[in-house]
């Protein structure tokens, strides 16, 4: 454990038979405002009454990118010390091997070890990932041609410690047919006509519980869902619900979001509402209005569908008895992104077809709706600006926007404080410790006869019962493609890329990072510079690639 770790830990539950089941939910790309309990407009009624019964952060931090971001839950590290410092692709280098080293253990091996019984459902991402390149790459993709595993089955969920998993092993899907979809270590080689991965995620992590309900000993289940990424795909009925909440466009929509959050305690009135981050685009002249308001509003309807499935989990977990024993942790992998995937293309994570050979259109220039199988594309950067507010920027930037997200907490048994928003830092690398924390269970320092790198991780069960004041952690590290930051009790130290000038905000009375004290504080820019360049040669940042 880091250093924090034996005076925060909170050993709830020392006889076996009394340890909570956990439940970890991760969203992916959802902005910081979207849920209604975190002021937004997108009705997300179940994670709304999750909220109202449990915790909520305002203060809790990610890595700023899908599988960075998994590798960190997963094994409770740093993602460059767990192999993730990129993406999925081998670079040969320590920090960014595009897939979890030897040296880390993860939550369901762990917990395996003390007798849970474990399962993960949705999106794994943490598997290196193979381009074959051109015509035959974008045929596997199609599910038109069959290259064999989608990645080494060593690195699967089920060779982790995941007794079962359903789910996609690649980042990006097809929402209507999904590639790298595999059952245990098995191809799904086909999904029914009605087929939609937010539901049939949702479906099968309720039938986990359903069979794990069945034994006495506890079960650990990570619910990993792929929206509301990119592609904008959702069904269209419920796209519809939320055409005309999005006509009033991105500033009007942003102010509400600001003015919610306040009235519901989650930022202070004092905290400044920084400049639309586009000043040179005005909603009322956009030409592209109609494809604008129906991308955010395939957007909502992504995020709803994850909202039911979430309650029919949630129902699942009260109707077997097993809610008030179950610790319930909802985050999200990074803020909304600001890409416009249109761009890239056919490629890669992209096919250009459906299975039966139907083109997928890349608009653009904004030409065909969003929303059905055929068309490829996401929100784009006014948007992923104004579903994170009250931030400036997005995922992959380590500015507030990118790395601060929602995060919910709910344990009927043990947390009591309803309702209760928490401010104090924590950081998605504690979520290991939590869970070996609330399990009775010991963190190795070897596993299988591999050396295991300790966690700077503290458990977060302290936090959520309001009995600590400190952050979990004394500091934080980011570091993605060069964009870095690093945050010592209030101070954070940022930089949109390398070779940029450092920037320092002062958090406590500054949420929004509108500030820069770097030209007044040359000496604690300094000290905090250093600090970063240490902890990037601890945490293999260094060497770096290109």
Not at 347 to 359: C, L
Not at 460 to 489: C, M, N, V, Y
């Amino acid at each position: 454990m880091g250093s924090d770790a034996k005076s925060q830990t909170y050993k709830v539950h020392p006889k076996k038979g009394n340890r909570p089941n956990i439940v970890i939910i991760m969203a992916d790309d959802l902005g910081f405002s979207d849920l209604g309990c975190y002021g937004g407009e997108i009705n997300t009624p179940n994670l709304d009454r999750l909220a109202a019964t449990g915790i909520r952060s305002t203060s809790f931090y990610n890595t700023s990118r899908c599988c960075p971001t998994r590798a960190s839950l997963l094994t409770g590290l740093y993602p460059h010390q767990a192999g993730l410092g990129r993406m999925t692709m081998d670079a040969g280098l320590p920090g960014y091997q595009g897939t979890l080293n030897e040296n880390t253990v993860t939550i369901a091996e762990v917990l395996k070890k003390e007798g849970y019984q474990t399962g993960m459902v949705g999106k794994w991402h943490v598997s290196e990932t193979n381009d074959l390149r051109g015509d035959k790459q974008l045929k596997w993709l199609a599910h038109q041609e069959n290259y064999g595993p989608f990645s080494d089955l060593k690195s699967y969920p089920t060779a982790r410690g995941f007794d079962k998993f359903y789910g996609n092993i690649w980042g990006v899907v097809d929402y209507f047919d999904p590639f790298s979809l595999v059952n245990g270590n098995q191809q799904v080689e086909k999904v029914p006509e009605d087929y939609y991965h937010t539901q049939a995620i949702g479906d099968s992590a309720v039938a986990y519980v359903s069979e794990f309900s069945k034994k006495e000993n506890p079960f650990f289940l990570y619910v990993a869902h792929c929206a509301p990424h990119w592609p904008l795909q959702a069904p269209d009925s419920i796209i519809q619900k939320y055409v005309d909440k999005y006509e009033k466009g991105w500033q009007a929509i942003r102010e509400e979001r600001y003015k919610n959050l306040v009235a519901k305690g989650l930022i202070s009135e004092d905290t400044q509402l920084p400049e639309f981050m586009f000043p040179e685009l005005n909603w009322e002249n956009n030409s592209d209005k109609e494809w604008d308001v129906r991308a955010m509003a395939v957007h909502a309807a992504m995020v709803d569908v994850m909202d039911r499935t979430i309650g029919e989990l949630m129902n699942k977990l009260e109707e077997t008895g097993k809610l008030e024993n179950t610790l319930v942790l909802f985050l999200s992998d990074n803020g909304a992104s600001s890409e416009r995937p249109s761009k890239y293309g056919p490629g890669f994570d992209r096919a250009g077809s459906t299975r039966n050979g139907e083109q997928v259109q890349f608009p653009v220039n904004k030409e065909v709706l969003p929303g059905p199988q055929t068309v490829l594309s996401g929100i784009g950067p006014q948007w992923a600006h104004t579903v994170n507010t009250p931030f400036r920027f997005w995922k992959a930037k380590v500015f507030e926007g990118g790395i601060n997200t929602p995060f919910i907490a709910s344990w009927p048994k043990e947390l009591k404080n309803n309702g209760e928003v928490r401010t104090v830092p924590a950081h998605v690398s504690d979520i290991m410790a939590t869970c070996v924390d609330v399990s009775g269970g010991t963190y190795p320092t070897e596993f299988d006869g591999r050396l295991i790198t300790p966690t700077p991780g503290s458990s977060i069960i302290p936090l959520l019962k309001g009995k600590a004041d400190r952050p979990t952690q004394e500091t934080f590290f980011w570091e993605h493609f060069g964009s870095q930051a690093l945050r010592k009790g209030d101070l954070k130290l940022v930089r949109l890329d390398a070779g940029q000038p450092w920037e320092l905000y002062n958090l406590s009375n500054d949420k929004t990072e509108q500030v820069n004290l770097a030209a007044t504080h040359h000496k604690e820019v300094k000290e905090l510079a250093k600090e970063w360049e240490e902890l990037a040669n601890k945490y293999k940042v260094y060497p770096a690639p290109n």
